[in-house]
Each structure stands twice: as structure tokens, then as C-alpha cells.
């Protein structure tokens, strides 16, 4: 066993902290982020409180003694401290940057909620816009909040397929940020593996492309592509046709066999009884591995499998000849009985002969799917002792 020097063990602690595309629980909770996103963060928990409490009742739950004594549950600082109690908890990241805004904005947070439910600002617009301002309003970017202005033709910002570069934010250049689906600077236009399905004054609707084409196509299907992605080759009747590559280049190597998929393929190991192979199984060998040998039904057997005498064929054979003999010892005795029991003889050895003539079996002696089924289940159950 290799052991690892103790000095090192930070260092693998620091480089397996850094690999890429794993965020630990501890590096989400003091996660930093952008002066608007935190305090956006913030403002959506505070709101996931409030509605948390929003069926919450002053001690006592009585709502006449709450309008006796002026108080209301939905205003009171008891409310507000349950919300503040829980704050942040809910957030998955930056949970400790939410933690010390809460402390810092804290005198504002409760100025917010003295306010007049009916009157006051939303808290983001009043917390994070109007008084901290690191954030705009929707729909408006950059240090002076200017409104985002690109319009489509349907009278919608970015056609309606995109959002503004910054809206929202203290940053940007409220230029368009089309879907993947949309291109343009209005995001007025299918982007690149996407067709135009459906189009109006008001709307556009663009569709993937068939997983064939590569990059544009003029509609549904590998019919439209304008070139075909690679695995694929351009049929002039039926468009972008999978390629077989296990005929075309034979990719796998000698120990695998081939399976092809659609646009590519795949290499299987071939069955441990070959050397090559064509497909699964001990029946499409190349040629047998070591330690193997190809029966007389094209089948690599083990080399001890092949030399057994009691085979099914061989075992049939011996019970024909044990039942002949049986006959003729009986015919010496009472030639009568001896023609029943030849007669029978006859129709088994006919019939078994027609049964094995119409199904496939490998020759070897081997319990049938059943036998294997109650042998599982008994053993199972325990009443088999161990194998």
C-alpha cells in the first residue's frame, strides 16, 4: 500500500479543490457575487420569507384582539423577525456574502418594511436600485440605468427571442442576447441549425434542425440539410443517410466487434471463447481463443467441453442402445411383450429424433431456462445449502 507523505496532503486537498466543473458545498456558500446579483439574492429570500409567513398570527391568533390593540401579524416586527431569522439559509449560492449585506443593509431592510404595504416600492426597486444602486430597473443597463431600446419589428425588445445585455444591471451595452434558436441583432432571424417552422407579424418560431444536417437547413427532416454532419453522407433521393462505418473502414480492432449506430458506432468486446470476431457469442468466432475449441456445430467449446463423452448426442445414443438391448433381452423371454416394448422404442426414438431435428441445441448437458429458474428460486428461499 502506497502511502502518502503528510506534507503533500494539502496540496492534493488545494488541487482537487480545483478541479474543473466541481463547486463544493463550502465554495457555493462563500461564493461572491456581482454587486446586483447579491443584492437580488438577498431581496429573493427576504421574499421567500414573506411568503413563508404570510398565514403566521400574532401570539394569541385572534384577529379581533389584533384590531383592538392596532397591531397586524402581516406589518409587525414579530413578522419581520421570523423572515430575518431564516434569511439567506434558502440561497444556494453566496450564502455568506448574503449574511453580511444583511447585517449591513439591516436598518434599511427594516426602514422598507415600516412602509405602507399598500404604497411601498417593491424592495428590490427600493433596496437595490434607489438605494444601494447596483441594480436597474427591468429592461434598462449600464451606470446611468438608459432603457434598453432594441425593438423588433413585432414592436417586442429583441423581437421577443432574446433579452438585453445588462437590463437589470449596473453593466452592459443593452444590445440583444438571443436564444441559441435566434440570431440578429434584433434576434429577428433563425441562428445557425435552426429553420424558420412558423412566421408572422408578431411571431417567429424556428426549429431544430434534423441531428443529420450540419449547421443549416431549409426545413424538418435530413431531406433539407445543406451539408451532413459528420457519420452522415448525402443521399440525391433521401438527403443525409447514416453511414455503416463497421462496413465502410472496419474501426474496431481484432478482440471487438462492431455495432453501428446512427452518426457514428460503437466497438463491443467479442465473447471470451474468440480470437476476432464478427458479433456476440461463442458462435461468430473468427477462430477460437486458447483453450477453445469449434464443435461440430460451428460453436468454440472449452477444450474440456469438447472432450466430454457425455454429451446429449452421445448420452441419446447410449439410452437408444440400452433400449434395444433391453428389447431383445425381453424378446428371448416373451416375444409379445417384447413387440409392445419395441414398438414403443421405435416411436421414442422417432420422435425424439424429430423434436432434436426442429430445435436448436448446442449439444452440451445443460438444465433448461426453468430448472435454472426454481434452482434460483430455492435457493433464495434457503433451501439450498451453499454453492
Known amino acids: ?108 431592510i427594516e426602514e422598507w418594511w415600516a412602509m405602507d404595504m399598500e404604497t411601498r416600492p417593491s424592495m428590490r426597486q427600493w433596496l437595490c436600485v434607489d ?5 436597474c430597473e427591468t429592461n434598462h443597463f449600464g451606470a446611468d440605468c438608459k432603457p434598453c431600446e432594441v425593438m423588433g419589428n413585432n414592436g417586442k425588445l429583441c423581437s421577443g427571442n432574446g433579452k438585453c445585455k445588462g437590463g437589470g444591471t449596473r453593466k452592459g451595452n443593452g444590445k440583444c442576447s438571443c436564444s441559441k434558436e435566434y440570431d440578429g441583432e434584433e434576434c429577428d432571424k433563425c441562428s445557425s441549425g435552426f429553420y424558420e417552422s412558423f412566421k408572422d407579424a408578431s411571431k417567429l418560431l424556428c426549429s431544430p ?7 443549416y437547413c431549409s426545413g424538418p427532416g435530413p431531406k433539407a440539410c445543406a451539408k451532413c454532419e459528420k457519420g452522415y453522407e448525402m443521399n440525391t433521393e433521401h438527403g443525409c443517410m447514416d453511414i455503416d462505418e463497421c462496413i465502410v473502414s472496419k474501426p474496431c480492432t481484432k478482440d471487438k466487434f462492431c455495432v453501428n449506430t446512427e452518426g457514428t458506432f460503437r466497438c463491443m468486446a467479442c465473447d471470451k ?79 425424439t429424433e424429430y423434436y432434436l431435428a426442429n430445435n436448436t441445441i448446442n449439444g452440451d448437458l445443460q438444465p433448461t431456462p426453468g430448472t435454472l429458474d426454481a434452482i434460483t428460486q430455492q435457493f433464495q428461499q434457503g433451501n439450498l445449502g451453499p454453492m
Open 1 to 108: 500500500m502506497l502511502l502518502v507523505p503528510l506534507a503533500l496532503l494539502p496540496c492534493l486537498a488545494l488541487v482537487s479543490s480545483l478541479e474543473p466543473g466541481k463547486e463544493t458545498k463550502d465554495s457555493k456558500t462563500n461564493a461572491r457575487l456581482p454587486p446586483c446579483g447579491a443584492c437580488t439574492n438577498l431581496v429573493t429570500s427576504f421574499e421567500a420569507g414573506m411568503e413563508r409567513t404570510k398565514r403566521g398570527k400574532l401570539g394569541g391568533g385572534d384577529a379581533a384582539w389584533e384590531e383592538k390593540s392596532g397591531q397586524k401579524y402581516a406589518t409587525s416586527e414579530v413578522r419581520l423577525a421570523e423572515i430575518t431569522e431564516q434569511l439567506c439559509k434558502d440561497v444556494t449560492r453566496g450564502e455568506t456574502q448574503c449574511h453580511h449585506h444583511h447585517g449591513e443593509w439591516e436598518e434599511l
Open 273 to 351: 471463447s474468440c480470437d476476432g470476431c464478427d458479433s456476440d457469442g461463442p458462435d461468430n468466432c473468427a477462430a477460437c481463443a486458447e483453450g477453445f475449441q469449434l464443435n461440430k456445430n460451428k460453436v468454440c467449446v472449452t477444450d474440456k467441453a469438447a472432450g466430454r463423452i457425455f454429451t446429449i448426442d452421445n448420452t441419446r445414443f447410449f439410452t437408444y442402445a440400452g433400449l434395444v438391448v433391453a428389447t431383445c433381452i425381453i424378446f428371448h423371454k416373451n416375444w409379445i411383450v417384447a413387440s409392445g416394448v419395441g414398438a414403443f422404442v421405435a416411436i421414442y426414438i422417432s420422435l
Open 209 to 215: 434542425c434534423h441531428k443529420a444536417c450540419a449547421g
Open 131 to 135: 438605494k444601494q444602486k447596483v441594480c
